[in-house]
Nanobody, 126 residues
Framework: EVQLVESGGGSVQPGASLTLSCAAA????????MSWVRQAPGKEIEWLSS????????NYADSVKGRFTISRDNAKNSLYLKLNSLKPEDTAMYYC???????????????????WGQGTQVTVSS
């Protein structure tokens, strides 16, 4: 019933920009805190950003603050992440998730987020 579908990933060169999208269904999106989380091969998951239901309170991990921008359109049940000035270390699978910024004890625990999309791949290379 709950469904999150990401799109917008791709293969780009360093310095490029991408906009990721997430289409949500099966729950009350407008009152749900939403996040973007990524995972590179062989590494732990990394929370990137969250936004409250009203769309006016974003939060960012220090590693992406100033480069990435989270937003949402509740009329479209959609979540977005604008990735700017991409670096090779940004290469990862990017996931749309339901839930907010994790406490440190759950920072790498997938169970903190109550819904996950299947992910969209971002590859940054020369």
């Amino acid at each position: 019933e709950v469904q999150l579908v990401e799109s917008g990933g791709g293969s780009v060169q360093p310095g490029a920009s991408l906009t990721l999208s997430c289409a949500a269904a099966g729950f009350t999106f407008s009152t749900s805190i939403m996040s973007w989380v990524r995972q590179a091969p062989g590494k732990e998951i990394e929370w990137l950003s969250s936004i409250n239901g009203g769309g006016n309170v974003p939060n960012y991990a220090d590693s992406v603050k100033g480069r990435f921008t989270i937003s949402r359109d509740n009329a479209k049940n959609s979540l977005y992440l604008k990735l700017n000035s991409l670096k090779p270390e940004d290469t990862a699978m990017y996931y749309c998730t339901r839930g907010g910024r994790p406490p440190t004890s759950f920072a790498t625990d997938r169970r903190w987020w109550t819904a996950w999309g299947q992910g969209t791949q971002v590859t940054v290379s020369s």
